[in-house]
């Protein structure tokens, strides 16, 4: 069973923000993951407009996203071994290029195996700077209870570029420029990956360097851990939600011939799941993490299965927002447990696993979403994120005994208060 938690007093985002050398990495990372939500959009609405087809815009996307979620974990292992500047210098310039030869080749009608391949590195080469500040975070917070609420202020960081990212490709490919969204993505990254690459100061320590040192940890996969694995299909069915919920709204908008509610629409889902992040960084939980899990994607899997019935532009903004309010506890929750399943040598790993994850679950979800509303309509599209979490959440309640914290974690965790260390009790599972 698990234990309350014992705080006299809820670290808040004001403490977390005054840590020292946090705004130095803050504000470069979030510039240079803006571009993450505009990619998937981005590809679905230019191939879209230059073959006509849903199915075929949801099918380049979905190459993107799988080739991400392959590539990702192998970027953190680098990261994690070689530094994260030696990976993002030149992966930042990969990708811009990548995705500039996939903006040409669909402007010049090239056939859809074209795209297919331009799609490839386009995935592989997305900065995984969300994990790799997350790592920051860990690095800097180890054992503290500032970790949670460091996890909240990602998601809720993360969610803001949800907001912004979608509404931003989509008004800049319906208004400027049916390319113009992926332009900016890859003028983003390549600028904002170079910026916060330059923060070498908060970088956290990496293999190479900490067996110079002789303090470095026996090297294992996060992937070989059972509670990282039950994480990934969870992150999976949440990839689900948003790769169903992209295409069905770009369908439903153009069945009822208001394509611009689209970003509307979407940036709604996102805010809900924004304003949940805030609230779960500023709630001090009197229950264990793997129950707000669960009670989290209990919530998730009812209101998208909700989704499909909606059909007018106010309900279905409404449903939305209920999803977005529910994936912030999963997901928050999430990365708070995976910090207490691995050893600081493989964090960037696993949270890019969790990354990957959600991209691959959005991949899948653009493809089917896709194929289903060419066939069916927006309707049969939005079936898709209640079947992902559906599968999901039966997974994570089978095997929630896998999502217990590592022994060093169970009992104790030293928290630095005026310079010296001391121990509280901490949520166990």
Not at 116 to 122: D, K, Q, R, S, Y
């Amino acid at each position: 069973m698990e234990s309350t938690v014992v705080s006299e007093k809820r670290p808040g985002y004001g403490q977390l923000l005054r840590t020292p050398g946090a705004l130095s990495f803050l504000i470069p990372g979030f510039a240079a993951r803006q571009p993450f939500a505009m990619l998937t959009i981005g590809i679905v609405l230019l191939v879209q407009h230059t073959t006509g087809s849903y199915g075929s815009a949801g099918a380049v996307a979905a190459v993107t996203g799988v080739s991400m979620a392959l590539f990702a974990p192998q970027s953190g292992k680098l990261a994690d071994r070689f530094g994260q500047r030696a990976v993002l210098l030149p992966g930042v310039i990969v990708h811009a290029a990548a995705v500039s030869l996939l903006v040409a080749l669909a402007l010049a009608g090239a056939p859809l195996w074209a795209l297919f391949l331009a799609a490839v590195p386009a995935g592989a080469s997305v900065p995984q700077v969300g994990p790799m500040v997350r790592a920051r975070w860990a690095a800097k917070l180890d054992g503290t209870p500032l970790m949670p609420t460091a996890a909240a202020f990602e998601s809720v960081t993360d969610e803001f570029t949800f907001v912004v990212g979608p509404v931003l490709a989509t008004a800049l490919c319906t208004g400027v420029h049916p390319a113009a969204g992926l332009i900016t993505e890859a003028a983003l990254t390549l600028f904002g990956g170079l910026f916060f690459a330059a923060q070498r100061a908060t970088q956290p320590p990496h293999g190479m360097l900490a067996a110079a040192h002789g303090d470095a940890e026996p090297h294992r996969s996060a992937l070989s851990v059972p509670g990282v694995r039950v994480l990934i299909v969870a992150f999976l069915g949440i990839g689900a939600v948003f790769g169903g919920m992209q295409v069905s709204l770009t369908a439903f908008t153009e069945e009822i011939g208001n394509p611009g509610a689209n970003g509307l629409l979407y940036g709604v889902f996102a805010a809900g799941n924004m304003l949940a992040g805030i609230a779960m960084g500023a709630i001090a939980w009197k229950t264990g993490p793997r129950r707000r899990l669960i009670l989290g994607y209990t919530g998730l899997t009812l209101a998208a299965s909700l989704l499909w019935t909606a059909h007018s532009v106010l309900l279905l903004g409404a449903l939305g927002l209920v999803v977005g309010l529910c994936i912030a506890p999963a997901l928050i929750t999430g990365y708070t447990i995976v910090e207490t399943l691995i050893p600081a040598s493989a964090r960037t790993e696993a949270f890019t696993w969790l990354t990957g994850a959600v991209a691959l679950g959005q991949a899948l979800a653009v493809t089917v979403a896709g194929r289903l509303a060419d066939a069916h309509g927006s309707t049969a599209g939005f079936l898709v994120p209640a079947a992902g979490t559906a599968l999901a959440f039966v997974t994570l309640v089978a095997l929630r005994g896998q999502l217990k914290p590592r022994p060093a974690n169970r009992i104790t965790t030293r928290v630095a208060a005026r310079g010296v260390g001391h121990r509280v009790p901490v949520a166990v599972d």
